[in-house]
Each structure stands twice: as C-alpha cells, then as structure tokens.
C-alpha cells in the first residue's frame, strides 16, 4: 500500500465500539453480575483487544503484499490468532478461577465485534487502493 492512500481509523471505531458496550453494559454488569463473572468479561475483552491489534497489524502489512501473500497473512493470520485465542481460553480455564461462562462468551462476543470491524477495514482499505490506482491509472493515461 502506498503512502498517500489514506488509513482508516480503525483504533477510533475499536474504541468508540468498546464505550458503547461499557456504556450499555454497565449497569446490569454492576447489578447483577459477581466480581468473578466482571473479571471474566474483562479478561475476554483483552484477549480479544489483543487478538483485533494483532489481526490489524497483519493485515496493514499484507496490503503491501502480492496477493497469493495477502490471502496467507489474512486468511492464516485469522486461522493462527484463533488458535492462540482457543490456547488462552483453555488456560485461563483449566489455571484460573474465572467463571467460564462469562469467559467465554465475553470472548465470542469481542471476538465476533473486533473481527466485524477488521473485515469492514479490510473492505475499506481496499476500496481505498482500488480508487487510487484508478486514480493514477487514469492521470497516466491523460498524459
């Protein structure tokens, strides 16, 4: 990708979508859920956080790539970080006291948000390039 197609902000949407989760899932988190259930959800949410920074690393790095090398670093980066999520999961279950419950389905919940945000980036970072090698491709072409 080069350097005058402009990045999407990805972090911005990440953030703004984890405050509106806090921001509705507050209150009946406090009311109704254990401290125990609470960390449980937390630590599902870094482990996703964690999992959609690293998917997000990966794909801006495979823009710069062929495409055969695009579809391994997106497609395998996707395979290898759900591993390593299902391994943490699995320790955190067998090592912790975490209520598994809520572990889990913090987990699918994030996961599922974050990878929603990278596929529409994904989408958009390419609509991005496409336009400005239409762009150049168009300039070169007047001259």
Do not use: C, W
């Amino acid at each position: 990708m080069e350097n005058n197609v402009k990045k999407p902000g990805f972090f911005k949407y990440v953030i703004i979508s984890s405050l509106i989760v806090i921001a509705v899932g507050s209150y009946p988190l406090l009311k109704y859920f254990t401290v125990n259930q609470i960390n449980s959800i937390v630590f599902g949410y870094i482990i996703s956080l964690v999992n959609a920074i690293i998917g997000y690393q990966l794909n801006t790095m495979a823009f710069s790539k062929p495409t055969k090398s695009f579809m391994v670093l997106v497609f395998g980066g996707m395979g290898i970080r759900l591993i390593i999520v299902l391994l943490f999961l699995v320790i955190l279950l067998q090592f912790t006291g975490l209520d598994s419950l809520s572990l889990v389905g913090s987990v699918f919940f994030f996961y599922t948000l974050f990878i929603s945000i990278e596929i529409y980036f994904l989408h958009k970072m390419q609509s991005q390039v496409k336009k400005h090698n239409l762009d150049t491709a168009d300039a070169d072409h007047t001259k």
